[in-house]
């Protein structure tokens, strides 16, 4: 039994489970400490609340916030997908949200000034994320000044498609219908909720894609190569430069997927936090494609919860600070697994170390 712990132990698969779930736990923590200094008798109450998120509701309500929660897990999939995609090749994808905000700024322009059809709408948000990035000099401060950048361009471009009889921009509902994304009769299983779309299993299946091509592919391979030891790659021929220049178009096209994937919902006053989430969410997911399914849901699932955080104790800010922190938390799971590994590499280098005292005393 002894020996079936230590080599489940050594497995990447339990080591990134555990690390996450030690910083999920970490992240629990920390936040009910900060409501206990903020206001200790509704702290226990308030982190409940977070925990339990839409399960606190009765039946038929459950599952109407469950599929809204499902919604929004879509798009921060997709974005987590273009964050860990990116990473493959060794690249840090911090412009995510601004890839994120011109897909929406496609999308949105298309459905609205063009009347084109939801699949188009969304193909052009792949191409406007695509073309961010593929122009897009890969440093962090460049990046985040772009994401602002996009932004801006965002509201300037929509802000040519106003209602004639309003400042506001057009709804797509009364304009243009057959842009929004069909539900194939997917809302009768979430209590009738209108906004769940077939936009939830394209992005699981999304997910499936990215793990094919980056695990039983060639090009998936050559990234990893890539990334691992850039001069390496160079050595053996494979075109290191071009492998980074289009895995940053894919990764741009993943995030600007997402945006068309939220029925084109667009934050007019800063940056879209689907991006930056989505950094959370690969790091919780110890950057598998798979395993990032599950972890944004449950970083959708803990940001909901923190929206029952009861008003009449805490400020309204209080529900963002403590989803802020669990969602900071997630993004320490390679420094833990890194703690485990070096650990187990210790306990090798003593036995080894035994092993060799007691042959030498024979």
């Known amino acids: 039994m002894k020996k079936e712990h230590k080599s489940l132990i050594r497995k990447d698969g339990f080591q990134t489970l555990l690390a996450s779930l030690v910083c999920v736990l970490g992240g629990l923590i920390v936040g009910y400490l900060v409501l206990l200094i903020i206001e200790p008798s509704g702290a226990f109450e308030a982190i409940v609340a977070v925990m339990k998120s839409f399960l606190r509701f009765p039946g ?102 106003k209602n004639p009889t309003s400042p506001y921009t057009k709804t797509l509902q009364s304009t243009n219908p057959g842009a929004l994304i069909p539900s194939l009769g997917l809302e009768k299983l979430f209590n009738n909720e209108k906004s769940v779309t077939i936009a939830i299993p394209i992005a699981v299946l999304t997910a499936v894609l990215v793990w094919v091509v980056l695990n039983k592919t060639k090009f998936g391979y050559e990234l990893k190569a890539t990334g691992s030891n850039y001069n390496a790659a160079k050595y053996c021929g494979m075109k290191e430069n071009q492998n980074i220049i289009l895995t940053m178009v894919i990764a741009g096209a993943l995030a600007g997927f997402g945006a068309g994937l939220l029925q084109w919902q667009c934050s007019t006053s800063s940056v879209p936090g689907m991006g930056f989430n989505g950094i959370a969410v690969a790091s919780l997911a110890g950057l598998s494609p798979l395993g990032s399914i599950l972890s944004a849901f449950f970083i ?63």
Do not use: H
């Open 300 to 362: 959708q699932y803990i940001t909901t919860g923190g929206g029952n955080v009861d008003l009449q104790v805490y400020c309204s800010q209080i529900s963002s600070l403590i989803s802020a922190l669990i969602i900071y938390l997630c993004a320490f799971v390679g420094f833990f697994k890194y703690f485990i590994q070096t650990r187990l590499r210790k306990a090798d280098e003593r036995k080894a170390a035994q092993i060799q005292e007691g042959g030498e005393d024979k």
């Open 60 to 161: 038929a309500l459950k599952l109407k916030y469950f599929g809204q929660a499902l919604v929004r897990t879509a798009p921060l999939l997709l974005c987590a997908l273009s964050v860990l995609f990116a990473y493959k090749v060794g690249m840090f994808n911090i412009g995510a949200a601004g890839q994120y905000c011109a897909g929406a700024c496609a999308a949105l322009y298309a459905a609205l000034a063009w009347n084109m059809p939801w699949y188009v709408c969304i193909l052009l948000g792949m191409l406007a994320g695509a073309l961010r990035a593929l122009f897009n000099v890969n440093v962090v401060i460049s990046g985040i000044m772009l994401n602002w950048i996009t932004l801006y361009l965002t509201n300037l471009v929509l802000g040519t498609v």
